[in-house]
């Protein structure tokens, strides 16, 4: 028969109390346990949502980002074409100069050479004569009234006039041509190595209507300059719009009085890669301006002269595109430098896109 001690009585119930604390613990960790796992789940969900709305984000920054890449491209085609109609009078005015003389010059000639073939053909006469020894006096004397008559002197004097002008006409056209041929033609967004030296020339040639009557317009190009890489449309583009605002500041200040002066300078620059200097003496920008001048769509031009892009896109093509910079040197009354690095073909900088 067992007896109940109270010293066993007492561990009974110790243990029974202990199993209790033991029990409700384990419940506690399983309901902890549960919680955390519950938890857990709730956030990988969470996450799992979270990620899928990045993604979608992603996706439509992405979208976005080429949107804003083509609305980009059709802004600098716009601007290009904006000032492809600025220019077009201009060059069609350059190109109609040439035409003209040489039409003019080939009108003389097709009048002129009715007396040179009459003149050619009593000269071959005198000569078959004087071979026979007979009548040839009067055939010299008949020959030097008609090379009198004719003007001869002066007629092969004005032949070779006429010839080179013609000459100097075609070759003229055929710049025009070639340089709007570079210019207009929308190429594509590969970069090349380029001769940046024929870029510039072939601005001052596109540009040269705008200028010629307000400034005169200095190269001074060194040679064997760095190369760059570069778009070849986005860098005509560049320096299309810093010739036409050079210009345009001159014929504010000056009018047509032909005391402007632009200048363009390219060096190899001490940071390596190219400097460009495009200078002018017209207006200058004023201070409270400066930080203001490469803003899309910001002008102080008129309406009609200018649609505050120019600049801004050269800012984003130098910058942005090609890994270089701009700086600007310019006093108001007295004119305005810009001052443009590229930076050399091979470089991290030029090998931005």
């Known amino acids: 028969m067992n007896i109940m001690t109270p010293e066993r009585s007492l561990s009974t119930e110790a243990a029974a109390k202990r199993y209790q604390r033991e029990r409700a613990a384990r419940q506690e960790a399983e309901r902890l346990l549960e919680q955390k796992a519950l938890e857990l789940y709730e956030a990988n969900k969470a996450l799992k949502a979270e990620a899928a709305e990045n993604a979608a984000i992603a996706e439509q920054l992405e979208c976005s980002l080429q949107e804003l890449k083509r609305t980009q491209s ?10 492809l109609g600025t220019l077009a009078g201009g060059i069609a005015h350059e190109i109609n100069t040439p035409i003209q003389y040489i039409g003019g010059n080939l009108n003389f000639l097709h009048e002129v050479l009715d007396d040179l073939w009459k003149v050619i053909g009593m000269h071959e006469e005198v000569a078959a004569r004087a071979r026979e020894f007979d009548a040839g006096m009067a055939e010299l004397k008949a020959l030097d009234d008609a090379r009198e008559d004719s003007g001869w002197d002066m007629l092969v004097e004005d032949l070779n006039d006429a010839i080179t002008q013609s000459q ?10 070639l340089a709007m041929k570079d210019y207009a033609n929308p190429g594509t967004n590969n970069k090349e190595t380029l001769d940046l030296n024929a870029i510039l020339s072939s601005a001052q040639t596109i540009t040269h209507n705008e200028w010629k009557y307000c400034a005169t317009l200095e190269l001074d190009l060194e040679e064997n ?33 032909g005391e402007g002066r632009i ?16 200078s002018d003496n017209g207006c200058g920008i004023p201070e409270t301006l400066r930080q203001k001048i490469f803003d899309p769509f910001f002008t102080t031009k ?7 892009q120019g600049l ?30 590229l930076p050399e073909s091979g470089s991290d900088q030029g090998e931005m896109s």
């Not at 100097?168 to 025009?176: A, L, N, T, Y």
């Open 225 to 257: 300059i760095p190369a760059v890489t570069g778009v070849p449309s986005e860098l005509n583009q560049v320096f299309l719009n810093m010739i036409v605002n050079a210009a345009h500041t001159i014929e504010d200040k000056y009018g047509d009085t």
């Open 168 to 177: 100097q006409g075609v070759e003229q056209v055929s710049s025009i041509v």
């Open 263 to 278: 200048a363009i300078k390219s060096r190899a620059s001490s940071r390596g890669g190219i400097c460009i200097e495009v």
């Open 74 to 83: 059709k802004l600098i085609q716009s601007s290009k074409l904006e000032s």
């Open 312 to 341: 801004a896109i050269t800012y984003d093509i130098i910058c942005n595109k090609h890994g270089g910079d701009i700086d600007i040197d310019s006093a108001e009354d007295e004119g305005t430098t810009f001052i443009i690095h």
């Open 302 to 308: 008129e309406v009609g002269r200018g649609s505050g």
